[in-house]
């Protein structure tokens, strides 16, 4: 009987070693995730994304040269008004074209802007009816500096100096946030996978167990040293067993559908996880995760970031009280019938002065409730920001308190799988030889199952913790070292 239950076992081992063709480690599986899973490769783009948002905003401050022109032709009929004050229709058959070429330099100071300007023209009338009057005629500004500045309005480029970089180290910070959670979701897949395949390695070997138990069973009763009651509960446990060896199967093809369609996998790729026992070794106190979570963390950046666009909607809310704008510009221009005449002595000089002016006088409180809402919403920003800075660090103060205790609970759960192995063990040889009965082996059986079960589940929440934590602090206490390179 005992030569039964060994050449079960030895066929389960048997089957259990050629399980899956690749094998995977929790550390292979993760690298594989941020190098190839579709979740990896969305986080790449969103940071490629807003790094261009980030140059984007940098170009704002550059001085821009641009090239425009406009070459309208028209042949139409339209009335011309006479010197007596009447109209008639006349064709024109008109050619005004004209490009410039423009220098323009942002003032973020001041939020003005300085340009340079050149301004060539050009009209051709084909229907000139005036002899005396050339039908081709040049037009230009040699230099034209113009100066454009509003007065005591909201200035973009000087708040978006304080926000924009903020909000760029921040997608810096989150994309390793993100990479570190991909790693989080693999931990926790892989161990649906792992716990699905000693589910079924537990399933298969209580099924070839029960069989031969059952066997055994059959013989006792045959020989009229147990009763049939025995027997049909054995025989039960066997069909259960079988009926388990499915759902067994099921689960880890789902488990590992599920887990191929995260990381990229290939679908005909078996897989044979590792289960990762070796613990890292490492000291954490709340204190330092906390100052990594402040200096790390794109969340506590954000806070800054928040603070800095609520003291920009009052800043803006103010600035828009009244619009006052002020223009100058100086410059030289010429005309003449051929191209060359139009740079040549330009004695026509060009200046321009413009401020304008726009003051409510009567609004109803439109601009003191625009204010006043503007301030509400900082203050309410204030609150808001303060009580996520007390979950910022109420998170990092409960995962590093758990951690500690998710140690001792490996330790626990390995040793009481160890000792529930040893329990199964002896309560087998005790039921052979009729010790025991078969209600008290199905017990120790269970025990054993379910302290393996346990082992895996406590290896889950330490690993899965373990990620969480490094994404929480952006910190690796294994090396002690940043997950990113501040710049």
Known sequence: MNKKIMCGMAFILISLTSFGQTTLTIDELIARSKSQSPASKQAETRKENRYWQYRFYKSDYNPQLRLSGNLPYNKIVSPIEQNDGTFVNTGINQLNSNMGLSLSQPIPWTNGSLSVNSLLGYINNYNNLNPGTPNEQWRG?????????????FNPLRWNKKT????????????????????????????????????????????????TIYKIEQGRYNIGTTSQDKLLQ??????????????????????SLQL?????LQQNEALQLVLPESIPSFEISIDDALLHARNNRADYLAFERRRTEAEREVAQARGQRFQS???????????????????????????????????PII??????SRMQTAIANKKLNDY????????????????VSQFEMLRLQIEITKKADEVAQERYKVAQNRYLIGKIDITNLNIALTEKDNAKRSYVQALKSFWTSFYELRRLTLYDFVVKQLLYTAE
């Open 141 to 153: 500004t040699m230099v034209n500096v113009q100066l454009s500045q509003p007065l005591f309005a």
């Open 260 to 264: 191929r369609s995260y990381i990229g």
């Open 384 to 399: 808001v920001i303060a009580q996520d800075e007390v979950n910022f660090e109420q998170e990092i103060i409960t995962k």
């Open 363 to 368: 609004d109803w409180g439109r601009n003191k």
């Open 234 to 255: 054995v025989e039960l446990q066997l069909l259960r067993s079988r009926q388990d060896v499915a759902q067994a199967r099921l689960n880890l093809q789902t488990a």
């Open 164 to 211: 924009e970089p903020i909000r760029y180290e921040e997608s810096r910070r989150e994309y390793v946030e993100q990479m570190e959670a991909i790693s989080q979701e693999s931990v926790g897949l892989f161990f649906n996978v792992l716990e699905a395949q000693i589910n079924q390695q537990i399933a298969n070997f209580n099924i070839a167990n029960n069989d």
């Open 325 to 359: 704008n002020l223009v100058a510009s100086f410059g030289l221009n010429n005309d003449g019938t051929v191209i060359n005449e139009v740079y040549q002595n330009p004695q026509l000089p060009q200046q321009q002065f413009n401020l304008s002016l726009s003051v």
